[in-house]
Nanobody
Framework: QVQLVESGGGRVRAGGSLRLSCAAS????????MGWFRQAPGREREVVAA????????YYADSVKGRFTISRDSAKNTVYLQMNNLKPEDTAVYYC???????????????????WGQGTQVTVSS
């Protein structure tokens, strides 16, 4: 059974930092793109960042460029999201996602991913 388990969420003040982790189990994703999405109350789930299988290319939503960094450790089957200079508008549930197909470019849409974690809450206060 494939599982993606996020951790590292929490509550911080504006300007603070958090590091999210997503550990995969049940299969290897070393040849698969992975991504981070978020969903705020009353809003659709949106892409935050994504990374190719070999970390050779990354994608960021305009709203997080320069503040967030996605990375991966294939040996640990884990993807990370370092979030700096957090803003209240970053408040959301953050989800990790993985593509089932190998060697594809990372997608910026939810339908580009087949496996999802349960989400971790990030709350940024002003």
């Amino acid at each position: 059974q494939v599982q993606l388990v996020e951790s590292g969420g929490g509550r911080v003040r504006a300007g603070g930092s958090l590091r999210l982790s997503c550990a995969a189990s049940g299969r290897s994703f070393v040849t698969n793109a992975m991504g981070w999405f978020r969903q705020a109350p009353g809003r659709e789930r949106e892409v935050v960042a994504a990374i190719t299988w070999n970390a050779g290319s990354t994608y960021y939503a305009d709203s997080v460029k320069g503040r967030f960094t996605i990375s991966r450790d294939s040996a640990k089957n884990t993807v990370y999201l370092q979030m700096n200079n957090l803003k209240p508008e970053d408040t959301a549930v953050y989800y990790c996602a993985a593509d089932r197909y190998s060697f594809r470019d990372p997608r910026d849409r939810t339908d580009g991913y087949d496996y999802w974690g349960q989400g971790t809450q990030v709350t940024v206060s002003s």
